[in-house]
C-alpha cells in the first residue's frame, strides 16, 4: 500500500483536495509552493478495523448519486438578467447578493414536480448504489426541516415540504443508501459563519464558535436523528477547522450513528480520501477514496450549461476509478420545479444500461494489479497543474480485480491479438462478460494473448473475464 506513507497532506494535496482543505486557494500561485513544501513523508496510519467494516458497503458500491439543489436553482446562473459565471450554487457568493435579498428566494420555491421516488428510482436505473443530497449548502439555506434555524424549506417556501424527509422515506423503500453533503463552515446566511464578508466583513473577527455551536452542529445533530439510518456526511471546505472544531462534528456524527462514513473534507478525521473536484488520481490508491465530479460544469443547475458528458466518457471514468480502488459520486443538478434535466437523466440510464450487463467489473472490484495500462509519467518529469508528475494517460483499457477473475474493459478495440500483462498466474479461460462468448486464448512462454473477435461486440466497452489459477495475480515486472 503505497500511499500508506504518505502524509495526509501530501496526499491532498497530489489529488487536488488541498483547495478543499482551505489549505490553497482556488487556481492561486501560491499552489505549486505549498505543493513543494508538503512533499516530505510521515509514517504511516495503522489500518483501523472498524473504519475497515464502516466501509465495506462503500467498497462494495462504487458509484453513487450526488445532487446539489437549494434556492440557487432558481436564478439557475443569472442575476437580475445578467449572467453570473462560475458554478450554480455559488451566485450569491459571485454576484454577490445582500443576505436580506437572496433569502426572498425562499418564497419563490415550490417545486411542485418534486417526486423522491422517480429519483430513487434515476438512482437505481443509473446503477448508482448510494445518493448524496445537500442538506444545507454555502448559501445556509436547509432543505429540511430544522428547529435551530427557520431559514428552511418547511418554514420559509410556499412549499413547506421536509424533502429531505420525503428523499429518505423514499430511499428507505428501495433499499438506496442515503447520505448528506453539509456545509459545516460556510454558511453565507450567518453573521457568524464563514465566507460572506460583504455583508458580515472578514471571517477572523467572528464569533465562528457561536456559529458552529448555534447552527452548525445541532443541525448535523437534526440530520443524524430525524432522517433513519445515514450513510455518509459529506462535509466540505473545511476553512477555519482548526482545534477541537473538526472533532466536535466528528463526535456527533460517532456517537449518534456510529456506522455513518464521515467524507474527506471535514478538516481531521475522515473515513475516506476526497479527490479535488472531478480529480482522478493518476495511479492506484491504497485507502479508500472518492471522485466527487460534475456532469456537466456546474453541481446546482445552472440553465446555460448544457456541456454534458457523454455516457462513452462517463463510463471510462468509472471503469478507470474503480481500476484504482475508488468510488465515482457524479453529481446532478435538478431545477427549480422539482425535475432533473432530461439530458442528464438520459445520461445516467444510458451508462445504467451497460452496467446491468457489465456490474460484474464494476461492484465489488478491486484495483488492478498491474498498473502499465493506466500511462506512462513523462520522460521530461513535466508536471501537471496540481504539481503532481504528469502522466500520459492510455485510455484504451482497463484491469478490475476479484478473487480468481481479471476484468479487462477495452475501450477501443485492440488492433492485434492482445497480450495479458505478465503474471505467475496460468490463465485458465476467457470470456466476454456481454454474452459468455468463449475467447480463444494462446500461451507462449508463460505470456497468454487473448484473440477478439472483430468488430469488437459493444464500441463503447467491451469487458473480457479472464479467470487464472489462484485467487491473486501475482503480476511479473
Ligand atoms: C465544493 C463546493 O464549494 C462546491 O459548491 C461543490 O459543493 C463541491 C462539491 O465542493 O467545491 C470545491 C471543493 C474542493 C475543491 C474544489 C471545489 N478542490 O479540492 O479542488
Redesign the pocket.
Known amino acids: 500500500m503505497k500511499n500508506r506513507s504518505m502524509s495526509r497532506r501530501d496526499w491532498?494535496v497530489r489529488?487536488?483536495?488541498?483547495?478543499?482543505?482551505g489549505m490553497?486557494p482556488?487556481g492561486g500561485s501560491s499552489d505549486l509552493f505549498i505543493l513543494e513544501e508538503h512533499r516530505q513523508q510521515t509514517p504511516a496510519d495503522p489500518p483501523d478495523p472498524i473504519r475497515e467494516k464502516r466501509l465495506e458497503w462503500f467498497h462494495e458500491a462504487k458509484y453513487g448519486l450526488?445532487i446539489?439543489w437549494g434556492l440557487y436553482a432558481i436564478p439557475a446562473g443569472q442575476w437580475n438578467g445578467q449572467r453570473v459565471p462560475g458554478?450554480g450554487?455559488?451566485i450569491m457568493y459571485r454576484t454577490p447578493v445582500p443576505v436580506r435579498e437572496y433569502e426572498k428566494l425562499a418564497s419563490r420555491f415550490n417545486p411542485v414536480k418534486f417526486n423522491p421516488d422517480e429519483w430513487v428510482k434515476l438512482a437505481k436505473d443509473a446503477g448508482m448504489k448510494y445518493i448524496v443530497i445537500?442538506s444545507k449548502?454555502?448559501d445556509g439555506f436547509a432543505m429540511f426541516h430544522s428547529k435551530v434555524s427557520s431559514y428552511n424549506v418547511v418554514e420559509a417556501t410556499p412549499f413547506k415540504r421536509d424533502v429531505l424527509k420525503e428523499l429518505a422515506a423514499a430511499c428507505a423503500r428501495e433499499n438506496m443508501r442515503l447520505g448528506f453533503?453539509y456545509?459545516q463552515s460556510?454558511d453565507w446566511h450567518e453573521p457568524n459563519g464563514a465566507g460572506n464578508n460583504w455583508d458580515f466583513g472578514p471571517d477572523e473577527k467572528k464569533d465562528y464558535d457561536q456559529y458552529l455551536r448555534d447552527k452548525a452542529e445541532p443541525q448535523v445533530r437534526e440530520l443524524l436523528t430525524g432522517y433513519g439510518p445515514v450513510a455518509l456526511i459529506?462535509f466540505?471546505?473545511p476553512r477555519m477547522m482548526t482545534g477541537d472544531r473538526g472533532q466536535r462534528f466528528a463526535n456527533i456524527v460517532r456517537s449518534l450513528q456510529p456506522n455513518t462514513l464521515i467524507d474527506g473534507?471535514l478538516g481531521t478525521e475522515g473515513d475516506y480520501r476526497?479527490?479535488?473536484?472531478?480529480?482522478i488520481p493518476g495511479q492506484v490508491q491504497g485507502e479508500a477514496w472518492e471522485t466527487?465530479a460534475?456532469i456537466n460544469h456546474t453541481?446546482?443547475y445552472r440553465a446555460d450549461d448544457t456541456d454534458w458528458k457523454a455516457p462513452g466518457q462517463i463510463t471510462f471514468k468509472l471503469v478507470d476509478i474503480v481500476s484504482k480502488g475508488g468510488n465515482y459520486l457524479l453529481?446532478i443538478g435538478p431545477m427549480s420545479d422539482g425535475v432533473i434535466p432530461q439530458a442528464s437523466q438520459d445520461i445516467l440510464r444510458t451508462v445504467g444500461l451497460w452496467l446491468q450487463i457489465n456490474g460484474e467489473a464494476v461492484y465489488g472490484a478491486g484495483a488492478t494489479p498491474f498498473g502499465e495500462e493506466l500511462g506512462e509519467a513523462s520522460p521530461r518529469r513535466a508536471k501537471n497543474v496540481r504539481g503532481e508528475p504528469l502522466v500520459y494517460s492510455q485510455t484504451e483499457w482497463r484491469v478490475t480485480a476479484k478473487a480468481g477473475r481479471l476484468y479487462f474493459t477495452f475501450f477501443e478495440e485492440p488492433r492485434a491479438a492482445f497480450p495479458i500483462p505478465a503474471m505467475k498466474n496460468a490463465v485458465k479461460r476467457a470470456y466476454r462478460l456481454a454474452d459468455r462468448a468463449p475467447l480463444k486464448t494462446k500461451t507462449e512462454n508463460g505470456r497468454t494473448t487473448l484473440e477478439m473477435d472483430r468488430p469488437i461486440l459493444d464500441p463503447m466497452a467491451t469487458v473480457v473475464v479472464v479467470e487464472f489459477e489462484g485467487n491473486k495475480v501475482e503480476p511479473i515486472r
Open positions: 491532498m489529488t487536488g483536495s488541498a483547495v478543499a482543505a490553497l482556488p450526488f446539489h458554478l450554487e455559488w445537500t449548502h454555502h453533503y456545509s460556510q459529506w466540505d471546505t473534507r476526497s479527490t479535488g473536484d472531478n480529480v466527487p460534475t453541481w446546482g453529481n
